[in-house]
C-alpha cells in the first residue's frame, strides 16, 4: 500500500486510534493489513478507497478462510466501523 492511502485510512480514523488502546491498536494493524492484502490481490482498484466494495471483501474473505470465528468477527467489525466513518458506498458483507 503506498504511503498516501495509508494517511488516507489513518486520516479517517483517527478519532479511533488517538487514544492509544491496545486492541484499537491491533485493530488498526488488522485493518491497515485486510486494506493492503485487498489492494495486492486486486491490482485494478488503483488504491482507491472508493473502489473497495462488497465483491473485493468477499473475495478477502475467501482468501483467509482459516481464521477462527472470532477473528474473522473482530476483522468484521473494524471493518464496518471503517465503511462507515469514510461513508464508503456498500455494505461489508459478514464473513461465513
Known amino acids: 500500500m503506498n504511503r498516501d492511502t495509508k494517511k488516507q485510512i489513518l486520516a479517517v480514523m483517527a478519532w479511533y486510534h488517538k487514544r492509544g488502546i491496545p486492541f484499537r491498536r491491533k485493530q488498526m494493524k488488522r485493518l ?9 490481490h486486486e491490482p485494478y482498484l488503483g488504491e482507491r478507497l472508493q473502489k473497495v466494495g462488497k465483491r ?8 483467509t478462510r482459516s481464521e477462527t470465528a472470532q ?13 462507515e466513518t469514510a461513508q464508503l458506498t456498500g455494505r461489508v458483507p459478514r464473513p461465513k
Do not use: N
Request: glycine fraction near 4%; charged fraction near 25%; hydrophobic fraction near 60%.
Open 32 to 40: 491497515l493489513a485486510i486494506l493492503d492484502d485487498i489492494f495486492i
Open 56 to 63: 473485493q471483501i468477499i473475495g478477502y474473505w475467501q482468501r
Open 71 to 83: 477473528v474473522r468477527a473482530e476483522k468484521y467489525a473494524i471493518l464496518k466501523l471503517f465503511f
